[in-house]
């Protein structure tokens, strides 16, 4: 039984900065791509960004420049650190995992939100 547990959300204030964690345990198969969704109250999840096995990086136009996702490889673990927040950024988070062959596993979501 895979699990991807988050870590990391939070309030902050517009501006401020914010670092989710991810932990995948109980894989028997390798993770080809690490990522973070989102999901706004009444609005569909989507991609915020995802990094492959061999560092290539994805990011949403909204969070390029601001956003920084990262992984371990050995820890399957990925990170994304949060910058220059803003409101528009509240949403729950979520954390997924790809793999070769194998449906993806999602976590269970943790809360971010951007508020003064």
């Known amino acids: 039984q895979v699990q991807l547990v988050e870590s990391g959300g939070g309030l902050v204030q517009p501006g401020g900065s914010l670092r989710l964690s991810c932990a995948a345990s109980?894989?028997?198969?390798?993770?080809?791509?690490m990522g973070w969704y989102r999901q706004a109250p009444g609005k569909q999840r989507e991609l915020v960004a995802d990094i492959t096995r061999g560092g290539i990086t994805n990011y949403a136009d909204s969070v390029k420049g601001r956003f920084t996702i990262s992984r371990d490889n050995a820890k399957d673990t990925v990170a994304l650190q949060m910058n220059s927040l803003k409101p528009e950024d509240t949403a729950v988070y979520y954390c997924?995992?790809?793999?070769?062959?194998?449906?993806?596993?999602w976590g269970q979501g943790t809360q971010v939100t951007v508020s003064s």
């Open positions: 109980g894989t028997s198969i390798r993770i080809y791509n």
């Open positions: 997924n995992a790809k793999y070769i062959g194998k449906s993806s596993d």
